[in-house]
């Protein structure tokens, strides 16, 4: 069973950071993509960001461009999503999501494989 683990949630003040990591259980070879998405209280999951395994292709959902970064070490098995520059819409579960086959999809329903979620509370 495929299994994905996210760290590195917390409490933050506006404009400061965060590292999140998701731990995956993909070889270097894996046709596997990932992505991150968000629930705020009250709202729909959304896409964050997400990187194809092999190849490193990577997508922002416009809210958070250049201020997010998704990246993949493939040695540890494990993607990264830094965020900068935090506001307090950015307070949310944050997930991390995985699927073979078909590279970064945008909506949760492409996606087999979840985490358990991480919170991330961002304070004004």
């Known amino acids: 069973q495929v299994k994905l683990v996210e760290s590195g949630g917390g409490l933050v003040q506006a404009g400061g950071s965060l590292r999140l990591s998701c731990a995956t259980p993909w070889r270097a070879f894996d046709s596997a993509a990932v992505g991150w998405f968000r629930q705020p209280p009250g709202k729909e999951r959304e896409f964050v960001a997400g990187?194809?395994?092999?190849?490193?292709?990577?997508y922002y959902a416009d809210s958070v461009k250049g201020r997010f970064s998704i990246s993949r070490d493939l040695v540890q098995k494990t993607v990264y999503l830094e965020m900068n520059s935090l506001k307090s819409e950015d307070t949310a579960v944050y997930y991390c999501?995985?699927?073979?086959?078909?590279?970064?999809?945008?909506?949760?329903?492409?996606?087999?494989?979840w985490g358990q979620g991480t919170q991330v509370t961002v304070s004004s």
């Open positions: 990187i194809t395994w092999t190849g490193g292709s990577i």
């Open positions: 999501a995985g699927r073979l086959y078909g590279g970064v999809g945008f909506t949760a329903d492409e996606y087999a494989y």
